[in-house]
């Protein structure tokens, strides 16, 4: 069974910079994309960033040219660096990949992001 951990979650000041880490547990075949979903209280679980096997990156408008997804293959790790935060960016920060060889995608515990004075 694989998990993903996810690391680097926090309480951080408006215009402060967090990096969030989520690490398989083991390598995992096939991969489509690797990326975080975010949900804040009462709303929808979201997509924030993603990245395709080919390098292609996908952003929430709300955090284009402020976050900035990477991969780290061959440590079978996704990160999301998150700049110039927001209040508004205060959530539960989930990581996603999603597998051509499962029909279900792996998705992480959550790290709490918190962004206040």
């Known amino acids: 069974q694989v998990q993903l951990v996810e690391s680097g979650g926090g309480l951080v000041q408006p215009g402060g910079s967090l990096r969030l880490s989520c690490k398989a547990s083991r390598n995992i075949p096939a991969i489509l994309t690797m990326g975080w979903y975010r949900q804040a209280p009462g709303n929808q679980r979201e997509l924030v960033a993603q990245?395709?096997?080919?390098?292609?990156?996908n952003y929430a408008d709300s955090v284009k040219g402020r976050f900035s997804v990477s991969t780290d293959n061959a440590k079978n790790t996704v990160y999301l660096q998150m700049n110039s935060l927001k209040p508004e960016d205060t959530a539960v920060y989930y990581c996603n990949i999603r597998s051509d060889a499962r029909r279900d995608a792996y998705w992480g515990e959550g790290t709490l992001v918190t962004v206040s004075t």
């Open positions: 990245i395709t096997s080919d390098g292609t990156t």
